[in-house]
T-cell receptor, first 112, second 114 residues
């Protein structure tokens, strides 16, 4: 079955520390990958996406994710987090269809 | 355009009652999706429309659930004879056609069945 796994339900980290949020998906020939972020009391917002081409994609606020086909992973990283990055992060995959399959989410909590 | 809007934001209902939620997508988007999110889980796909046609329904969508998009613009999701297990956040999203396009989400309707 098509699935997305986010192994870490919560990731606590101090401000300015690096962070990695892990995401693995079940293998498929064709796949589109997304990271969505949900700030408190707000809707889901697209953070970044991989469709094709360069395996490293970046967001405007310093996050990046790398598509690794051999490991079926799409981990999200940021070299230095801010308090404002505190949110729930969801990895999602589209298997060449139009619906998204989401992971269970990772709550990133940044402490001062 | 203010994005995807959902109404109401919160709904409390007694078990056995019917409820209806509304979603207004971004105006030029022909795709509209409904997802359900329970505590500690990611959103789960329920159904989607392309214009007014309902193209796919998840097996999560029991016979008590019905969704419509009569004119290819706004959509409604109705739950009949609500059960406590229906308590969740119901999310609506819209996009242009194609699996590689960004889906824009509304803030959701939180349903509590007591």
């Amino acid at each position: 079955a098509q699935s997305v796994t986010q192994l870490d339900s919560q990731v606590p980290v101090f401000e300015e520390a690096p962070v990695e949020l892990r995401c693995n998906y079940s293998s498929s020939v064709s796949v589109y990958l997304f990271w969505y972020v949900q700030y408190p009391n707000q809707g889901l917002q697209l953070l970044l996406k991989y469709l094709s081409g360069s395996t490293l994609v970046e967001s405007i606020n310093g996050f990046e994710a790398e598509f690794n086909k051999s490991q079926t992973s799409f981990h999200l990283r940021k070299p230095s987090v801010h308090i404002s990055d505190t949110a729930e992060y969801f990895c999602a995959v589209s298997y060449n269809t139009d619906k998204l399959i989401f992971g269970t989410g990772t709550r990133l909590q940044v402490f001062p | 355009d203010t994005g995807v809007s959902q109404d109401p934001r919160h709904k409390i209902t007694k078990r056995g009652q019917n409820v209806t939620f509304r979603c207004d997508p971004i105006s030029e988007h022909n795709r509209l999706y409904w997802y359900r999110q329970t505590l500690g889980q990611g959103p789960e796909f329920l159904t989607y429309f392309q214009n007014e046609a309902q193209l796919e329904k998840s097996r999560l969508l029991s016979d008590r659930f019905s969704a419509e998009r009569p004119k290819g613009s706004f959509s409604t999701l109705e739950i009949q004879r609500t059960e406590q297990g229906d308590s969740a956040m119901y999310l609506c999203a819209s996009s242009l056609e194609g699996g590689n396009t960004e889906a824009f989400f509304g803030q959701g309707t939180r349903l509590t069945v007591v």
